[in-house]
């Protein structure tokens, strides 16, 4: 079963060549979106063999993420930054998993790791759930910033941790904010990646809410902790929904 890795870039060459180096032997295919680098980007992802395709920045992330996923040739793919890192036992998993004919898509882990190398596994007052392999047929991206993976189909939750390398510590840069909070402003619906009406978009939100809990408390296998591991979950749960209501009604997303 083929599986492509797909990737957005804007001046990524030192971070391109580290994770090209890292995932190239793993995947059958390659594809950069490039949003016309000045510097050695694309130069790098051809030296790796990827499929680049440049193109002006459109305004949205998630019509950068769903151009990629369309010019994919595998019925899997993988979504991955270039400041993200993945173990080799993470890498040799994905294609067992693309095998199981009971899935459409598999989340995974995200945690950040600071310039002094600390791991932050709950960066947002709890651990951070992402998309990242799914058929190809299956899976866009909605949000104009701060894209998210919407599915159409089954998701399984695997507790296995995706590492994003930050250039900073813990608050955003105030002009990285700024910059994202104007994408988020001047998106209109067009530039949001996919139709979905408010109503569609916030019955899924309620159901990611409930699927949360259920990856904490049975993914994260916090039950075995017993009430302790329950409250955990709980407050993890929470702390999920109010920050991506925040996130949401900020950008412009619902």
């Known amino acids: 079963m083929g599986i492509s890795a797909c990737l957005i870039t804007k001046n990524e060459e ?122 190809k047929d299956r899976l866009r991206y909605y949000g104009a910033i701060h894209e998210k993976a919407v599915v159409d189909g089954k998701i399984k939750f695997i507790p296995e941790v995706i590492y994003h390398h930050r250039g900073y510590f813990e608050d955003y840069p105030q002009e990285k904010k700024e910059r994202f909070d104007a994408i988020g402003r001047d998106a209109s619906s067009d530039l949001q990646g996919l139709n979905i009406s408010s109503r569609a978009l916030f019955v899924r939100n309620v159901k990611l809410v409930f699927h949360y809990f259920r990856n904490m408390l049975v993914g994260m296998k916090l039950y075995r902790r017993g009430p302790s591991g329950i409250i955990r979950a709980i407050r993890y749960t929470y702390s999920f929904a109010s920050y991506g209501l925040k996130q949401y009604i900020r950008l412009g997303q619902i």
């Open 14 to 135: 030192d971070a391109l060549t580290r994770s090209l180096a890292m995932i190239s032997p793993y995947f059958d295919e390659i594809v950069v979106v490039d949003g016309m680098s000045e510097d050695k980007t694309v130069e790098v992802a051809t030296r790796f063999g990827a499929v680049v395709i440049q193109r002006e920045f459109s305004g949205s992330f998630a019509i950068e993420r769903n151009c990629g996923i369309e010019r994919v040739h595998n019925d899997w793919v993988f979504i991955l930054d270039p400041d993200e890192t993945l173990g080799p036992e993470f890498l040799s998993m994905l294609r067992d998993l693309t095998s199981s004919k009971g899935y459409d898509a598999y989340s995974f882990l995200r945690y950040d790791v600071l310039p002094d190398g600390t791991v932050l596994e709950t960066p947002c007052g709890h651990p951070e759930i992402h998309v990242r392999l799914a058929k």
